[in-house]
């Protein structure tokens, strides 16, 4: 059929005629025979008439004019010319016979394998109400695929009649050779002497082939009307199944199976890249080449970004095309469908992957590895899966990176390289073939092109631009490049304007093709022109590629699984194979409870906590900046006054905020001990305990305490500490205790301090022979000389005078000790405490038992004088009423609190996955997640390999 279209015909039919010519001559000298000693005579086609071989051969150019004229036979020439007429008549019948009969073959076929491309509806026959009227329907279009007639008019018909009666009756039981001679005797007689075409012939042959061409774009649009209404019931078939099937559960098309498959192999590191060798369309080529517009013809929606002449396509878009009954797109991560009837939504696609690839693109890249996936379904569209790749360039121009070519070359290898990938080469057809770039860069991955389909562009402006139809063939036949490929196609993707619908690019399309000069001249085929025989194609090869590939892939992966669990087995036997994700839900269990268990917390025990920690923080402020200084007035009066003026002061500024810091670390502490808790156990897993400690950090670092919680604390501390009235003889007593441990410990601390300063005694010397140093030598004698000094007087200043200095200084001179006056006073600030502590301690214990005189205000002749203990004992009341403030702020409000930010920095590190593959490493982790990753490709694999076979069956 494609030769009687493309008019190339062979020497067939010249051969079968010449042969029974000669055969003939042996029996009767005066018919004609040609002969020609390098053609030869089917045995098969002997038994046949001369009619019956050129019914077989229906495309002859039988040169007997010419062989007569040599001869100087003017009657055999007559003859002959009328044979010739006759046949031309007869082969332009049975062209139309023929085109009429492939047409109708070709409908069949066409139909056959929309048929058996249908997906599986059985379960539908519970849901669709009337069976009988869609098989109706289903048999008219098959019998109407049986048949396509031809009208017969004008010359045409006129034709056919005059050649229907210049055929003699030729009965049955002639044989063939007589039949054949009587058929060119009777021709001979009606053919004229000329042996030259005259102008009218040449006329009536033009115009039955402009005839030829107009029926055959009459077949074209006859198939396109039957694919849309195809179409049109399928989709009404699936929406009435999808009306009466709500509750059922969507039912995955194999093309989505095996897209899945794709996007994990894509989400996985570069290892897992390589080993991906599942067949897939790498659409490549020249930047502004019409890659995208291929793409979008193919998908039939103008789906990705414009732009005139600059970059585009920054990141891989994998675009997966399947059938259903709405025109719409969706991504992978997304769940928004977008409507492509409506050209809104078609902008709000286009700058949605617009955002995406520059979002996907580092700083200081121009291009990105990470690959975009979107689906896209709708009525017709072929089931395939294409990656629009950036468009290769040869020079780096202003804005982009200095890599941005190599890059580019680098990332269309990666994708080409996989030898069960399509390659979809597209070449700009309005440039010179010679600027091409991709060409050279497809024939280096694949130079035998038995995976590469070329499509040639843009045919129509170079058309426009008057090329060269010979080297346009050239292209179209693979002659002209060095690289080959399993097909050639030649489309239009539009007049320029970026705004033109599909529809407006297919009608404009199939108009060039129409009235296009290079298809008159032949130079273009009709399976070679299109986007649809280019849909069609691209599709077949990746079906056939997939079924020839993907059970090897399932295989490898399969391999691959049991590598892995021999690994798991061997290394941890006991433990589960729970991957990142899992491990984390694990922990994030386990804080959870553990913040839980700080409402658990006993109330005493939170006030026990916070009363430590309380003091500790401010029991150095107290002794160094209440006690002391004011312990150095003359009077009880003085003393009151200055204890008064400092503790508002304190209460004012300092005192609330530093209850709140306790509060936070007593609630830390406690948190921190239930978290490390754990730790302690046998079977302890040290696999989360960076995870935790990064939560607890974190957490630390979003905890704020209420602003309030201060205010009201600086209120209630003010009350107490103004109180003065020791109520009781027990609180007496405590606050006598607390004078006395407070002293006791800091007694303790100063003496270390001077211990350390003087050096090792002697017993601790010949205990464990240590020696003193010259400093602590010195320090021995000052602190000999200072000791004498303060027992030379009951009550001392802090601090000493020049002249004690001196003093001291001259008197170390003459034991020969050399020391300045900042080393004496160095030695004397410890001596000068440990000295006032002892005091104190001593006035502690007589006050113990001063309870009856400080109820009389000390107006006895006791001398006792027993402020300190009252300093103490308000001291004392406020640690503990702040203590009990705290802990119902913690109980109450900020555990609650704490609970709450450890959950939200839980779920922003669970959506955080390189946080989580930094937090949660290690052997085990990174097996269990190979293993999980294996197991789910090879799964996927299997189910769609499953659904493959019974799609074939």
Not at 261 to 283: E, K, Q, W
Request: proline letters at 3%.
């Amino acid at each position: 059929m494609i030769r009687v279209v493309s008019g190339s015909f062979g020497p067939y039919c010249s051969r079968s005629l010449r042969q029974a010519a000669i055969r003939h001559s042996k029996t009767k000298p005066d018919v004609v025979a040609i002969r020609s000693p390098s053609l030869h005579y089917p045995h098969h086609l002997s038994h046949q008439t001369t009619i019956a071989r050129m019914y077989v051969c229906i495309r002859p150019k039988v040169l007997l004019a010419e062989y007569m004229y040599k001869h100087g036979n003017a009657r055999g020439m007559s003859s002959m010319t009328k044979a010739k007429s006759l046949l031309k008549v007869f082969r332009i019948r049975y062209i139309v016979i023929g085109s009429a009969i492939a047409g109708g073959i070709s409908l069949k076929t066409t139909y056959q394998s929309w048929k058996d491309n249908l997906p599986d509806l059985s379960w539908m026959g519970n849901y669709v109400p009337d069976n009988e009227s869609v098989r109706s329907i289903v048999g008219e279009l098959k019998r109407l695929s049986g048949y396509v007639k031809l009208p017969e008019k004008g010359w045409l018909k006129d034709t056919i009649k005059d050649f229907k009666e210049m055929i003699p009756t030729v009965s049955e039981d002639d044989d063939s050779q007589g039949t054949s001679v009587t058929t060119l005797k009777a021709t001979s007689d009606s053919v004229g002497s000329s042996a030259k075409p005259t102008a009218t012939e040449k006329e009536r042959l033009e115009k039955s082939k402009e005839e030829f061409l107009e029926a055959q774009l009459r077949y074209q649009r006859e198939i396109e009307r039957l694919e849309k209404e195809n179409k049109a019931l399928k989709k009404s078939l699936l929406l009435r199944g999808d009306k009466n099937a709500v509750h059922r559960k969507e039912k995955k098309s194999l093309i989505d199976m095996y897209s899945e498959v794709l996007d994990d192999l894509a989400d996985n590191d570069d290892s897992y890249r390589m080993t991906d060798h599942l067949p897939r369309v790498v659409v490549v080529g020249d930047q502004s080449a019409g890659k995208t517009s291929v793409l979008e013809m193919i998908a039939q929606a103008r789906i990705f970004p414009r732009g005139h002449g600059e970059m585009m396509t920054r990141s891989p878009v994998k675009v997966t095309l399947s059938e259903g009954p709405h025109h719409v797109a969706q991504f992978k991560d997304s769940n928004r469908e977008f409507d492509l009837t409506k050209e809104t939504e078609l902008k709000a696609l286009r700058s949605e992957i617009e955002l995406r690839m520059k979002n996907s693109v580092q700083q200081g890249k121009t291009i990105s590895t990470e690959v975009i996936s979107l689906s896209v379904r709708g009525p017709g569209i072929q089931r395939m899966v294409l990656v629009d790749l950036p468009g290769i360039i040869s020079t780096v121009t202003t804005g982009m990176a200095t890599d941005t070519k190599d890059s580019i070359q680098k990332l269309s290898k990666m994708y080409m390289n996989n030898p069960n990938a399509i390659i979809l080469c597209i070449q700009d057809g309005a440039i010179d073939a010679e600027r091409s770039i991709v060409t050279d860069l497809v024939s280096e991955i694949d130079p035998s092109g038995k995976r590469t389909i070329f499509v040639l562009t843009k045919v129509d402006l170079a058309e426009k631009n008057s090329a060269n139809p010979n080297r346009m063939q050239q292209i179209l036949q693979g002659k002209l490049f060095p690289m080959k490929a399993l097909g050639y196609f030649a489309v239009v993707t539009g007049k320029g304007n970026t705004n033109d619908s599909i529809e407006t690019i297919k009608k404009y399309e199939e108009q060039f093709f129409r009235t296009s000069q290079l298809f008159r001249s032949s130079t273009f085929k009709p399976n070679q022109m299109n986007t649809q025989n280019l849909s069609f194609a691209v599709s077949d090869c990746f079906w056939k590629m997939v079924r020839e590939s993907v059970e090897q892939q399932a295989d490898t992966y399969k391999a691959s699984r049991f590598n892995l669990e021999t690994e798991w087995k061997n290394n941890f036997p006991r433990l589960r194979e729970l991957d990142r994700d899992e491990l984390f839900e694990r922990a994030k269990g386990e804080l959870l409870d553990e913040v839980l268990n700080l409402s658990e917390i006993e109330p005493k025990h939170w006030e026990e906590a916070l009363t430590k920690v309380f003091w500790e923080r401010v029991s150095g402020y107290v002794f160094e900046h209440l006690y002391l200084p004011a312990a150095q007035m003359p009077d009880p009066g003085a003393f009151n006054t200055t204890v008064d003026i400092k503790l508002k002061q304190w209460a004012d500024q300092k005192l609330p905020s530093k209850s709140v810091e306790v509060g936070w670390e007593t609630l830390l502490e406690e948190f921190s001990r239930l978290v490390d808790k754990d730790k302690q156990k046998r079977d302890h897993d040290n696999l989360f305990d960076d995870l935790k400690s990064a939560v607890k950090q974190e957490s630390i670092n979003r905890h704020k305490w209420q602003d309030s919680a201060a205010d009201g604390l600086r209120v209630m501390q003010l009350n107490t500490l103004e109180d003065r009235s020791v109520h009781d003889k027990a609180q007496w007593d405590s606050a006598v205790k607390f004078m006395e441990s407070t002293l006791q410990q800091r007694l303790k601390e100063t003496e270390d301090r001077i211990q350390e300063l003087v050096g090792p005694g002697t017993g601790e010397r010949w205990m464990y022979w240590k020696s003193l140093t010259k400093q602590q030598e010195n320090r021995r004698h000052t602190k000999d000389e200072l000791e004498r000094l303060l027992q030379s007087g009951t009550k001392h200043k802090p601090t000493l005078s020049p002249d004690e200095v001196t003093t001291v200084k001259k008197n170390l001179e003459t034991k020969s000790v050399e020391v300045d006056q900042e080393f004496i006073r160095e030695t004397w600030h410890p001596l000068y405490r440990k000295h006032f502590l002892e005091r104190s301690m001593k006035l502690a214990q007589q006050c113990s038992k001063g309870f009856y005189h400080y109820q009389r205000g000390f107006k006895d002749d006791s001398g006792m004088e027993c402020h300190d203990v009252v300093l103490f004992w308000r001291i004392q009341r406020m640690v503990q009423l702040t203590s009990n403030v705290l802990r119902q702020q913690i109980m109450n409000t900020e555990a609650r609190r704490l609970e709450k930010e450890v959950k939200e920095v839980l779920e922003d590190f669970a959506d955080d996955k390189e946080m989580k593959t930094k937090l949660l490493t290690g052997r085990r982790v990174e097996l269990a997640e190979e293993l999980k990753r294996v197991r789910q490709i090879q799964e996927k694999l299997e189910a769609f390999i499953e659904a493959l076979q019974k799609e074939k069956v």
